[in-house]
C-alpha cells in the first residue's frame, strides 16, 4: 500500500517548515554537477549544485542556482565564465568533497584545464563551459544563466540525487 502523502504550507500567514519543504522538493530525482570557476588570482572554487537545469536549445543555454548564503556568491557573481561538471557514478566522494565548505576543496581531486581555462573535473559524464551570461535575484537564491561555448561529454553512468540520498540509475529505456 502506497504511503499518505505530508502536506505542508507555504501561505505567508501560515506556518511554513522550510525543511519539509525542502523534503518535497528533494522528491524530484536530478543528476549532481559540481560548478565550477578560477578567480582572477588563479584560485579554483567549485561547489556541488542539484539545481542545473537547460534552458535553451539555440542558443545553448543552461541554468543553476547559488545560496545567497554561500561564501562563494562574489566570485560567482564576478566571475566571467563557469563550468558545469555533470558527475558520472563514480564520483560521489568528489560531490561530497564540494559540498563541504572547506578550502583546497580541488586537493585530490583529478582535474584538466578547460578551453577557456577553468579547472575541470576529469572524468565526468559531461563538462560544459560557459559564459556567465545573466544573474536573476529570486528569493534566497541567485540564478545564474551560462551560455554554453564548449562542451564535451562521455557515455556513461551519470550520479543521481533523490531525497537526501545518492543513487544510480538500475536500468535505462528510450523515452516514448
Ligand atoms: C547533492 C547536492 C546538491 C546541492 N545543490 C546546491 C545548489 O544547487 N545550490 C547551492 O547553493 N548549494 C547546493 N548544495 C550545497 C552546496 O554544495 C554546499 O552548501 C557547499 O558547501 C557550498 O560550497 P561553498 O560553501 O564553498 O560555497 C548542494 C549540495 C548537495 C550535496
New binding site residues.
Partial sequence: MSEQPTSGACEPQQVFDPRDFRNALGTFP?G????TMVTPEGVP????????SSVSLSPALVL????L?????SNFLQAPHFAINILAADQRDV??R?????AN?FEGVDQVTGKLGLPLIANAAAHLECRNETRYYSGD?VIFIGHVLHYAYRQCQPLL?CS?R?ATMEREGDAT
Fill in positions: 536530478t549532481v554537477t559540481v560548478v572554487v567549485g561547489l556541488t549544485c542539484n539545481s542545473f543553476w542556482s547559488l545560496s548564503r554561500s561564501p562563494n556568491l560531490s561530497q564540494f559540498a563541504q565548505s572547506i576543496k537564491h540525487f537526501g545518492y
